[in-house]
């Protein structure tokens, strides 16, 4: 039984295009993540929801937003995809005041 | 500004030797170190972590090696397997950042 599941796991689209990527865990955490690794292989903290509530925003374009409908799940909705947004995304989840995150496979996308 | 920094992008090691892996940091304020296993495809899986209180932790064959005043740490592998062929990451956390920040990572290639 997967912990932290994220879909789809991989997602080609064009430019301009909106998408979205779902991410649910079954840990029964209360801070979800989204992460970007770029081609460079660099993870980086895009978001951080405590309980619903938006506790981190780093600097991402406006065209994403993070939905949180409940503390299991925390979705990513990209507007006007642009080529730079290929990446592979990850999301992860883990129980605030520990330190100990857990991840998704993540998602691979794609923008032509 | 890079605050994780993982220096060599991969290392060659042959089976039942020791893999040394280096990370280097900046931030003074971090909390927590943790080293992060990751295959093609799948998402990083924790693996280690020590405390920024103590200068060593060691889980079986993995021990963690931390050096406050060289803002340096190090992941010892002892006895190599073929198994952890693997990017590992070095990450840091800040319990009042509440994120995790990764370094580029390292590709341990264990030989037979």
């Known amino acids: 039984d997967t912990a932290v599941s994220q879909t789809p796991k991989y997602l080609v689209t064009q430019m301009g295009n909106d998408k979205s990527i779902k991410c649910e865990q079954n840990?029964?955490?209360?801070?979800m993540y989204w992460y970007k690794q770029d081609s460079k292989k660099f993870l980086k903290i895009m978001f951080s929801y405590n309980n619903k509530e938006l506790i981190i925003n780093e600097t991402v374009p406006n065209r994403f937003s993070p939905k949180s409908p409940d503390k299991a799940h925390l979705n990513l909705h990209i507007n006007s995809l642009e080529l730079g947004d290929s990446a592979v995304y990850f999301c992860?989840?883990?129980?605030?005041?520990?330190?100990?995150?857990?991840f998704g496979q993540g998602t691979r996308l794609t923008v032509v | 500004d890079q605050q994780v920094k993982q220096n060599s992008p991969s290392l060659s090691v042959q089976e039942g030797r020791i893999s040394i892996l280096n990370c280097d940091y900046t931030n003074s304020m971090f909390d927590y170190f943790l080293w992060y296993k990751k295959y093609p495809a799948e998402g990083p899986t924790f693996l280690i972590s020590?405390?920024?209180?103590?200068d060593k932790n060691e889980d079986g064959r993995f021990t963690v090696f931390l050096n406050k005043s060289a803002k340096h740490l190090s992941l010892h592998i002892v006895p190599s397997q073929p198994g952890d062929s693997a990017v590992y990451f070095c990450?840091?956390?800040?319990?009042?950042?509440?994120?995790?920040?990764f370094g580029t990572g390292t590709q341990l290639k264990v030989e037979l």
């Open positions: 992860a989840s883990s129980q605030r005041g520990l330190t100990e995150a857990f």
């Open positions: 020590i405390s920024s209180i103590k």
């Open positions: 990450a840091a956390f800040t319990g009042g950042g509440n994120k995790l920040t």
């Open positions: 840990l029964g955490h209360d801070t």
